[in-house]
Nanobody, 120 residues
Framework: QVQLVESGGGWVQAGGSLRLSCAAS????????MGWYRQAPGKQRELVAS???????NIADSVKGRFTISRDNAKTTVYLQMNNLKPEDTAVYYC??????????????WGQGTQVTVSS
């Protein structure tokens, strides 16, 4: 079983910064793209940013230039640096990865979510 544990959410004033972390653990035999999604109340979950195993990134237009995604050398931890935060960035942020566990099969795994609140 693969687990994703997120941290770093919280409350911040508009213009501030937060850094989210997501660490994958368990019996991992392979791990591919890792990404961050967010879901605001009453809205659908949306992709914020993703990074492949070779560090190719994809950033949503709504956060481009403000958010940066990165990954550690072991490729099992992903970070989301969020700068110049806006009230519309308020949401629950979820980490997601596609990984191969002990079963040998590839599955999508989600973290439990971390709340980010930006006040105006």
């Amino acid at each position: 079983q693969v687990q994703l544990v997120e941290s770093g959410g919280g409350w911040v004033q508009a213009g501030g910064s937060l850094r989210l972390s997501c660490a994958a653990s368990g019996r991992i035999f392979g791990i591919r793209t890792m990404g961050w999604y967010r879901q605001a109340p009453g809205k659908q979950r949306e992709l914020v940013a993703s990074i492949t195993s070779v560090s190719t990134t994809n950033i949503a237009d709504s956060v481009k230039g403000r958010f940066t995604i990165s990954r550690d050398n072991a490729k099992t931890t992903v970070y989301l640096q969020m700068n110049n935060l806006k009230p519309e960035d308020t949401a629950v942020y979820y980490c997601k990865t596609n990984a191969q566990g002990a079963s040998g099969y590839w599955f999508d795994y989600w973290g439990q979510g971390t709340q980010v609140t930006v006040s105006s």
